[in-house]
């Protein structure tokens, strides 16, 4: 029997010494010059208009990446509430309500955030910021404000939500296909509009990142609640 | 000049599909799904018409062309999977709308299955058209995710735990090919196949990279020995979930395997891996048969099956390297056999989850007298195994005197005497399984779960199976516009 885990040890550390043994290599063997793409990506974004070349390739030479990337987040929710049995479980925890500091804090904070987000979506085209981060701290704020009762946490399986998780992706979609209509190719944003649709999308994503991440954590929440250690 | 814009719109639509599945509710969300399914059949017969007519294409998504942005490209092979999946995928849907019934609202992810489901499409028809190694495994995350949250939905701790093992090989396939990928960007500095197919020289880090990823993608496509997720996921999945992950996802990450292999990267680059791919794909037609004669369950019969069917995708890659016409043969049997095999298993599928439905339960030898009650089931379980087996006129058989053809022209008779072997031990497993149903006895059927007039949906994708034979002239037009070949000088 021991000797049986033992072997079954031995296994996973002999491939994971191999494996570091092959990359090790590979990255020795790497040239110390190269820049890959980074010139020509640097020079792209200038001639686009938009500075931040991170944003510019983001949403502008990898739009498709990106698309897909919010497609790939909003799946995950779509997967967590597919396997979430008990969508009343959070509410009922959190009912007893919040002690006064963390509801003081949150009253505090959350116009703060809500501030932060909007303002990380607007530098995003020239700085660092944009939708992931926007949403990052949207979602943070909406969490604050299931844990200390002031959002209703039953709202994820409500009609009216499930929009908000979509619309990013639905408006992006929509976006990424208005250039067909002028002869463009799919995310080909027409110059004279593309600050402001690249804006929308920004804006509206940011939404729904923060919903997706609301969501997702109330739906791990409720799955916990077996366990009784709180 | 909307013909121009088919990648995009192959990939567009399905996803929002998708994302208005999810706002429609339970209750439409099936009828979003009909509709979509019937415009991608469309945009997905209109691209094969359209490559026959003009060749391969590329499209540029942004304006920006590659190396600075992501092309997509549209060829014979791309296009052959393509409607592959909506072929699939549009029987998937028919069959799923009485499978999923909306009206039970206990099974709560139930009504989520529609978009799970338009992901995974999206993601397919994704992964057919790139032309960028990046952009494989965004794509191959929406595969992985989707497949294995599709396959929880049938409940229960065994699809759980079958579920959470297929996470984590999905994972470690998608984290490896991640890893791969960066090596090679880090030495070559592209992304775009084209492009990385032009500039490969011989370099240790751009070979560690495509070693990885083509492991990750052996993982994903559960070639033996990595196999060991496969059987319990396609086993315990909701059955119109078994028959597209045995039918289509694992032709997935095969079709990125098969660009990688036979058009990216130079002959000899990477060593002997063809031969070691096909030698995994003998031992993977021997092992799944074995293995699926000794099962007692009619869906991991099926599942072992397709362990043994994904070993003749690999033997391609040998049988490429020997010479010209060994190489176009091979190709061009490879994608009959992906076809052939795609119609018949989603077929087997589906009639194995109404068997189980009419029956109540999953073993095979209290399924005696299914022919006299469940006639249509067995006859699509008879005309699946007729592909399987490769009896003529099956699209199998097809696929199999291409191969062997392809053998013999390259002189290496032992590839030829593998594929026979294959044949011999699918026909034991297949005629084990119709022996019980054909067999005498008095099967106690319960009242059927599942509508009995989605019981034509089976038989029909096992029937296009069969005729298939008569498609190849057209897989051998759409192989020989495929970027492989073309690359290559061959043609069929």
């Known amino acids: 029997m021991s000797e049986h885990r033992h072997r079954t040890r031995l296994l996973p550390l002999t491939a994971a010494m191999l494996m570091l043994g092959v990359i090790g290599r590979a990255i020795l063997a790497l040239p110390t010059t190269g820049d890959g793409l980074a010139v020509p990506m640097r020079a792209g974004a200038e001639a686009s208009g938009i500075p931040n070349v991170i944003t510019a390739v983001l949403l502008d030479f990898r739009g498709y990446d990106t698309l897909l990337e919010i497609a790939v987040l909003m799946l995950a929710t779509v997967a967590v509430l597919s396997l979430r049995e008990d969508p009343a479980a959070l509410s009922r925890r959190i009912a007893g309500g919040a002690g006064p500091v963390l509801g003081t804090l949150t009253r505090a904070l959350a116009p703060i955030m809500l501030l932060v987000a909007g303002h990380l979506v607007l530098v995003g085209s020239s700085g660092p910021g944009g939708a992931f981060q926007g949403g990052a701290v949207l979602g943070a704020a909406g969490i604050l404000l299931m844990l200390s009762g002031y959002a209703r946490p039953a709202w994820a399986s409500r009609r009216a939500v499930r929009w908000v998780l979509a619309v990013g992706l639905i408006v992006f979609i929509g976006v990424a296909l208005y250039p067909l209509l002028s002869g463009g190719t799919l995310l080909q944003y027409p110059p004279e509009n593309r600050k402001d649709l690249i804006l929308l999308v920004e804006a509206l994503l940011t939404l729904s990142i923060g919903a997706s991440l609301v969501s997702l954590f109330l739906a791990s929440a409720s799955s916990t609640e077996g366990g009784g250690r709180r | ?492």
């Not at chain 2, 399905?14 to 429609?24: H, I, R």
């Not at chain 2, 890893?179 to 020289?201: E, K, P, R, W």
């Not at chain 2, 011999?424 to 599942?450: C, E, H, I, K």
């Open chain 2, 1 to 492: 000049m909307l013909l121009d814009h088919l990648p995009a719109l192959l990939v567009a639509v399905p996803l929002t599909g998708a994302a208005l599945s999810f706002v429609a509710g339970h209750r439409r969300a099936p009828h979003v799904a009909l509709v979509t399914a019937a415009a991608i059949v469309a945009l997905a017969v209109a691209l094969v018409a359209r490559v026959l007519d003009a060749g391969p294409f590329r499209y540029a998504v942004g304006g920006w062309t590659a190396p600075l942005g992501i092309d997509l490209v549209a060829d014979g092979a791309s296009a052959l999977f393509i409607v592959l999946t909506a072929i699939v995928g549009m029987g998937v849907t028919l069959y799923a709308t009485a499978y999923f019934r909306t009206d039970d609202e206990t099974a709560y992810g139930h009504g989520l299955f529609w978009t799970l489901w338009l992901f995974m499409w999206t993601s397919l028809n994704a992964l057919f058209l790139t032309g960028d190694v990046f952009n494989v495994y965004v794509c191959l995350e929406l595969v992985g995710i989707s497949a294995v949250t599709l396959v929880t939905l049938s409940g229960g701790a065994e699809a759980l735990r079958a579920g959470a093992r297929y996470l984590y090989a999905s994972m470690l396939g998608a984290m490896t090919y991640l890893l791969g990928v960066a090596l090679l960007y880090a030495s070559v500095g592209q992304l775009d196949m084209t492009i990385l197919a032009d500039t490969l020289t011989p370099d240790v880090t751009a070979a560690t990279g495509l070693a990885l990823m083509i492991a990750a993608l052996v993982l994903k496509t559960a070639l033996v020995p990595a196999h060991f997720w496969l059987p319990a996921a396609h086993g315990s999945a909701p059955s119109p979930v078994s028959a597209a992950l045995s039918s289509l996802v694992v032709k997935g990450s095969y079709f990125v395997i098969l660009r990688l292999m036979l058009y990216v990267i130079p002959v000899g680059y990477l060593g002997g891996t063809d031969v070691a791919l096909g030698v995994l794909g003998s031992v993977a037609i021997v092992w799944g048969s074995v293995q699926a004669l000794f099962q007692t369950r009619i869906k991991q019969l099926v599942a072992y099956s397709t362990v043994a069917q994904v070993g003749y995708l690999f033997l391609v890659f040998p049988l490429a390297r020997l010479g010209a016409d060994a190489f176009a043969l091979a190709v061009t049997g490879v994608l009959v056999h992906a076809v052939s095999h795609g119609l018949a298993k989603a077929g087997l599928f589906l009639a194995s989850g109404s068997l189980m439905s009419r029956f109540g339960h999953d073993r095979i030898d209290d399924m005696r007298g299914a022919a006299r009650s469940a006639p249509v089931l067995t006859l699509t379980v008879a005309l699946a195994g007729i592909t399987m087996m490769g009896l003529p006129p099956s699209g199998g058989f097809g696929a199999k005197w291409l191969l062997v053809s392809s053998a013999l022209a390259g002189g290496a008779w032992w590839w030829a005497a593998v594929l026979v072997a294959g044949g011999l031990l699918a026909a034991a497993y297949m005629f084990r399984l119709l022996a019980v149903l054909l067999a005498d006895g008095d099967a106690v059927l319960g009242t059927p779960a599942s509508a009995p007039r989605t019981e034509w949906v089976p038989l029909a994708l096992a029937a296009a199976a069969v005729v298939l034979v008569a498609a190849v002239p057209l897989i051998t037009d759409l192989a020989s516009a495929s970027n492989i070949l073309i690359r290559a000088g061959v043609t069929p």
